[in-house]
């Protein structure tokens, strides 16, 4: 009979991840379908047409450990039934239907399995199953309508599910003692003759054999919910109680006492003997049968009850503690007869300590003896008796004297030998004196040796050996003469040196004949050194020492020498050297004081010390910037001596002592100051109505000490001394004093004079009537479009309005045009030869919303040929654009249009985009929390020739700059800049910076490898309640608000799960700004098919060389990411954003710092390396890399963040 239940199950499971949507793992392999859960492998489903099959033990390396619902189920599937099936033993669930009519005639279970699912192996063809003993339940009606004579249980069932068996022939039965429940209807319509029940507890639901023979015996222990079911059923019951329960008793001693030698453990033959015997007796129990009566199981009871006696007579017991006892006694008593210390009959605290430990492990065997037997008491006794010979052989024993009266005699007789006095062999009364101490000390303790050990002897021999040691080194002896001679040597060193004279290193006549003197007493004493003791020739050597310094210090120490007689104007260097004759250190900023002024007004200044500190040196230099306004024209003054400001210091290298600071003061009457910019006036004249002329007059400071105009000249605009770099820029009016011009503007003329001071003098002209007339004659030309170079750094073109034109477009829009003239363009060509830095910035002050800039390609490929770098800045009022030349291919482009490169034109388009754009931007932004903030920029670079256009929307991974004038309030905003996608209206993130523009507002500057649409929008922050005191939350909330990674729900991130390959490559191509492409047929990857959601990103990231497969073809995206490879990809990442390093060698030692080191991959190496050196890597808690551990998704947002600052990509 069978109940049939119908179950729905409705899952609804939401997962979500910060960095991409996770799927859940549901693939084919072969004609398998598989789930991929924490648990393992389970197949889902069998779809192919072999009927003998044989399930794979893993799937893509997970270990297969469930057969899934209805997985080979044929019931109204229409799939074939399979007439055999091998199983992996490491499947643990067969699940509900799992092989429901299929044609098996024959099952081997896995050994691993514990529980197999309702209606598993309904209507299938087993005639026999053997459940392995890891088996717990067996569900509802799951060997329903089989083949079935026979099953033997599992010893460790417990439960057998309703109609489990229901509709079968099996004859009999035995239900092992561990089964708590047979449920109703479990053997329906069997075959049953015979049932036996050992276990003493399990109850039956209703017609649990029902259907069965009307013959049908029950053997079970009394009393037993088995004999009640008996009863109440009608079937015949057999009291089992003895064999059952003998049985039982057999079966707790095998497993209480195992085979072995120590307490409560028996012999190996004992234990032998009883498993045969309980062996014996289950084979009797699966035999039992219809015909079994009561006196065939007390039969098969008697020889397992004397079995069981012969094992109990074989336990091993516990010994006799009386000898231990003892043994402690005596141990303990020897601690008490020799108490710690150092004298005679004691011993020291590690001999008794070592004792003591062995006293208590004595006792600690004695307080457990009954778990030890006699031949481990024995032993605890021998070796407490061992440790205790050893605590006695090491009491101290009384020393033996002799060392002692020979160190004593030998004493004495060297105070006999040397009588006190101060000639040589003779000594001092001090020295006796403590060598008769000594003696007097080493006699008391010889008088009372017996009372000494051998040590304290030995010491005192020592002591008394060593105070003879030191009389017989005080015994007076020879002097030696060495520090004599060479105290001589030093000093006429010194004299030779040191000659006569006033320069650095010079002495005087006076100086030089007291040195001499005092060498020639020391000499005196040097000749007669073999009649003189040694305190004498020191006293001798230190007489000529002090003489000698002496001498040093009368030697002209420093020498100042000053800058070169001159005129010195702002920004001026005065220079100063002190030259030392020994080497000084210097710390702080020593002075040099200079008086400086005209007339009666003077001030002191200082010329700093520039050169090194810390070090040895000999020549110090000094230097003195002129500021503008400064001016002495009768010579300046030097102080007499270095100032020590703040702290500053001068002393010797050798020894510390303050060095000196006075100096004879040289001759500076000659430097004159001049640092008076020249006074220019501008007047102006009109020169008929098209033309004024403007009359210079320009003066210099200090004419009479040869001060003189050297450099006039004028440029148009309002300008800086800078804008004539020197007087290098500009029209010379030096000889004509004025110039005549021709257009109402700003003028600047500019001035500078033989020391270099510099004016510059702005004036604006109005009132300049322009002709009607197209025919100007040979007046001067109206200089509309300026270019000017910026001090080297780059050039700067001011589009004038004759070079702008407005053209009306096809759709009614108005464009502003800008093409510069051919003299324009030559002129930027000419002046990149004289600049640093190749970049030319054109500046329009456009009126329209859209401004297309046009080149001849032709002139940007001159400009590549010269200068390959180059970067043409198109700049407005409120976006600009970087075209890096490099990366346009005129030639690819031309050939694309069928054109010459001469023939072809390169624009420029900036265009804001219409109210419709930026409200579909806000609408979006509704639901992701932001708000559009600048205006909506398109960016456009394309070719034209022949009529053809072609737009140049890629740049092969190179980045260039685009830039968004940000006019609004910025204060306490989230702002982002951000790429919209038309095609499929989204929003995503682009790389970029705010900074400070050349017109002082703030603007966003976007460098990004592709041209659309940009704008830069208001980011609501984003939180995570999980976050709040995890350490990553700051870089985690960081990057959440630039619209990079999304929480697994709202308000919570799940920081500690693992982020997987294809999710990591996804973020990290999202933080580079690439662009991707809906993947293409013939997938690189066979693993990543093209309709993945990851697909396109991985596409993109093997394309720029950021990420690689695992090998054979595989890129293994749902495989989590290890810190390792994780690492290799930042490090690739580094260098396609050109923040690579190619590796010095030095990585063992930059490894050094993590302890797990020798466990990273040699592939890795280098990449851990480079993103720990800069910061973005770092090691966990315990000092280690850990290479090989999965990365959580906090450390990747971490790690990106630290990422996309060091290339500057975020703030």
Known sequence: MKNTVICLLIALFAFGTS???IRPVYAAENDFTFTVGSNGATVANYGGTDL??????TYEGTTVTEIGRSAFDTYGTGKPKITSVVIPNSVKVIQTYGFRYTSLTSIDLPDSLLTIGSSAFENNSLTTVVFPDSVTT?????????????????????????GAFDTNHITKLVIPAGVTNVASSSFYNNSLTSVTVLGNATTFGTSVFAGNPGNLKIFGIANSPAAAYAASNGHAFVDGTGLFQTVASAKSLLKSHLPGTDVGQVPANAYNDLSAAYDAAKLFIDEIGNATVASDLADATTPLTSSIAAFNAQIVQAGNTAALVAAIAAAQQALTDHPQGVNVGHTSAETRTSLGTAIGTAQ???DNASHYTQDQLDTAVNQLESAVEVFTAAVVQPGNPTALVAAITAAQQALTDHPQGVNVGQTSAETRSALGTAIGTAQQILDNASHYT???????????????EVFTAAVVQPGNPTALVAAIAAAQQALTDHPEGVNVGQTSADDRAALQTAIDAAQAIADDAENQSQILLDEAAASLSNALAEFKAAWVELVLTASANDLYGTSDKLRFTVFYGYEVTVTGTPAVPIMVGDDSVTQTVYASYTGARGTALTELTFEYEVPAGLADVDGIEVAVALELPNGANIVRSSGGSPASLTYKVPDTSGIRIVAIPPDVTLTVAPNGLARKTISVTASVYGVAVGNALTKLRWLPGSLSEADFAGGTEGTDILAARQFTIAANGDYTVYARDEAGNEAVKAITLTGISTPSSSNVGDRPITLETTVKMNQGAGITVLVGPTDIKQVTRSDGTVIEQVILSERTRKRVLE??????????????????QAVQARFPADWIADMAKDYPNAIIEVRLNNSSYQLRISAIDLTSLAKRLDAEVSDLTVSILQEQAGEDVRQEIDRIGVSQGFAVFADVIDYKVAAEA???????????????????KLDGEKTNRNLVAVQYIPANGTIVFVPAQLDIGPDGTTEAILNVPHNSLYTVVDVQARKFVDLNGYWAKADVEHLASKLLVNGVAADRFGPVG????AEFTALLIRGLGLSVKESEGGARFADVPASAWYASAVDAAVASGLVSGIGGGRFAPNDPITREQMAVVIGRALTFTGHGSGGDGQEGGRLAAFTDRDSISSWAKAAVVQASEVGIIKGIEDGRFAPTEYATRAQAAVMLKRFLQYVHFID
């Open 138 to 162: 067996i569900g509802n009606y799951s060997f329903y309508m089989n083949s079935l004579t026979s099953i033997k249980l599992s010893e460790n069932l417990k439960t057998i599910n309703g």
């Open 52 to 57: 003998n099959v044989v399930i794979p033990a």
């Open 946 to 964: 022949n009529g053809q256009t072609l737009e140049v929307r890629d740049f092969g991974g190179s980045y260039m700059i685009r830039t968004i």
């Open 1058 to 1061: 693992t982020i997987t390959r």
């Open 19 to 21: 960095f991409s949507q």
């Open 831 to 848: 002046l990149l030869k004289d600049v640093k830095e190749p970049f030319v910035s054109i500046e329009i002050d456009n009126a329209e």
């Open 454 to 468: 051998q040590d304290q002897l030995d010491t005192t021999v020592n002591q008394l050996e060593s105070a003879v």
């Open 364 to 366: 600690q065997i004695l």
